[in-house]
Structure formats: structure tokens, C-alpha cells
């Protein structure tokens, strides 16, 4: 039987391939390794009976649950760990993901559909459910199959949910932009150019990061336009992540979206992002906002 400790120690593993490989795997190679984090959460619980859940995510992650103090016990999200275990109950088997998903392109298409997957309010029937995994499997864009969910998702959602709920489904983007906001502002305080080029050898593509910078200072404003923009293949898995997250906003037609997320990030810090990641297509660039 594990105690808490050993739990964590066996999670760590997954929670940190997911974290640094979920760019390049397959959508059915990323549910795996999430599937693995859901299976032992549920083998915990089951011999655990007296634990909720969510009290075992705030154990985990090391906040207190209720009257409770727990000490800080690992880095390992709160959000993960409930995706992880709806994961599970969504494939009582493993072997299930594959032959549900062969040809699901990204993580995060199964990701967005999850509410009309797991049980819950919007689980769907056997017919609807059908349909929606032939369009995640499908051989269409990611960007067609993504705007698809989305329309399903106002379809069926966008009017029945509570207002803050909407803003619970930008966590993930949240923590995305956060993590990077606080990756550049390092590295810019911290490092040389010289050395930035070498350990980020994307930013060579000074078209690229201009428009990067440039669609996320747009975020801060309904009066900014932005526009959708190539990724390079030369990038590491969680800048390609916040890539396409900004992409994503990029090609929505409704700004309701990036306005929920201002609620979530202040503009000026959208700002001060643009700016660091334009500092780093330029030497001088750089080394001013290093002195600031």
C-alpha cells in the first residue's frame, strides 16, 4: 500500500514527461501517460476510502483542505490531477485510448471535448459521442477540427454554464502564459544574448517571435488585431505549447474568449510579455530591458 509520499514519487515521472513532451506525442501517446497518473490516483482512492478526490489533488499539491494543514508535498497541479483521473474513468483500460483515438492529432483536442466525454451534465449520448470522435480522429486541420469542439461547445455549453466557470476553463492557458511570462523575464535578467541564442535557437527566427510578440500584446486589447502565425519545428515543447495557445486566440472570430482571459492575466502583463519576447530578436533590444 503506498503512502502519500511514495504516490508522489511515482506521479512525478508522468506529470514531468507530460510537461516538457506533450508537443511532440500523438494525442493517444499523451492520454497514455496521463491514463498511468488516473490509475494510480483511483488505486489510492480505492483503498483509501475515506479520502475525496479533490482532497487528495490538495494533498498532493500541498494546500490546505478545509481545517487541514498540510505541509508542501510536491509542484504537481491540482488541475492535472483531476484531468488525470477523469482520464481514468473515461478508459477503465489502457489499451481503449488507442482504439478510440488512432489518429488524434494533439492532447489538447481530447482535452477541450473532455466535458462531452467523461460522466457528467454534458456527457453525450452513444450517437453524438460517435460522431465527435470520428471528427477527432478525422484527417481535417487541427485548427478545423478545433474550431468544430468550439461551436459544439457553445452548442451545448456556452449558455448553461455559471459565469466563473468559463474563466475555470482558461486555468490551463493561464498557467501556460504564467510559466513562460516567467521563463523570458529570467532569462533576460539572468542570461547574456549570446547564451539565449544558443539555448533557444527559434528565436533566430526573428519573423517568428515578432509575431509571437506581437499577437500577445494584442491579447490586452479588443482594438488590437491579431492574426495567425506558423510555427517553427526547431521549438521546445512548452514554448510550441504557448505557441499555439496564442494562436488559438489568434483565430477566434468572438473576442468573449480573450476578454475572460484579461480576467485571468492583466493586460499589462500581456504587454510586458510582447516586449520581452520582442527583446529577444535584437542585441540592443535585449540588453535595454535587461537595464530597466
Not at 478545423?144 to 459544439?152: A, C, G, N
Request: charged share 30%; aromatic share 10%.
Amino acid at each position: 500500500m503506498l503512502t502519500l509520499n511514495e504516490l508522489i514519487k511515482e506521479i512525478i515521472p508522468f506529470y514531468n514527461f507530460h510537461r516538457k513532451n506533450q508537443a511532440h506525442l500523438t494525442g493517444a501517446e499523451a492520454i497514455e501517460n496521463i491514463w498511468v497518473v488516473g490509475d494510480l490516483l483511483k488505486k489510492y482512492l480505492d483503498v483509501h476510502k475515506d479520502i475525496a478526490p479533490r482532497t487528495l489533488y490538495h494533498q498532493i499539491y500541498g494546500k490546505s483542505e478545509q481545517n487541514t494543514n498540510i505541509s508542501q508535498k510536491s509542484y504537481i497541479t491540482r488541475d492535472f490531477l483531476d484531468r488525470a483521473y477523469r482520464v481514468r474513468r473515461i478508459f477503465p483500460k489502457k489499451k481503449y485510448i488507442k482504439t478510440t483515438f488512432p489518429s488524434l492529432q494533439r492532447y489538447r483536442l481530447f482535452y477541450k471535448s473532455m466535458p462531452f466525454l467523461d460522466e457528467g451534465r454534458y456527457k453525450m449520448n452513444a450517437a453524438d459521442r460517435e460522431k465527435l470522435v470520428k471528427l477527432l480522429n478525422s484527417k481535417k486541420s487541427y485548427k478545423e477540427i478545433m474550431s468544430e469542439v468550439e461551436r459544439l461547445k457553445n452548442k451545448r455549453i456556452a449558455l448553461k454554464i455559471p459565469h466563473d466557470s468559463k474563466l475555470k476553463e482558461l486555468e490551463e492557458e493561464k498557467k501556460i502564459f504564467i510559466s513562460i511570462y516567467n521563463q523570458t523575464y529570467k532569462i533576460i535578467k539572468e542570461l547574456r544574448f549570446n547564451v539565449v541564442e544558443s539555448m533557444l535557437p527559434f528565436i533566430n527566427d526573428i519573423a517568428f517571435v515578432k509575431k509571437l510578440s506581437q499577437n500577445t500584446g494584442a491579447l490586452s486589447s479588443d482594438q488590437l488585431k491579431m492574426s495567425s502565425f506558423k510555427i517553427p519545428t526547431n521549438i521546445d515543447a512548452e514554448w510550441c505549447i504557448f505557441s499555439e495557445m496564442i494562436n488559438s486566440f489568434a483565430e477566434q472570430t468572438d473576442a468573449k474568449q480573450r476578454r475572460r482571459f484579461r480576467r485571468l492575466i492583466p493586460p499589462e502583463k500581456m504587454i510586458q510579455l510582447s516586449e520581452m519576447l520582442y527583446a529577444l530578436t535584437d542585441e540592443q533590444s535585449f540588453n535595454n530591458l535587461k537595464a530597466k
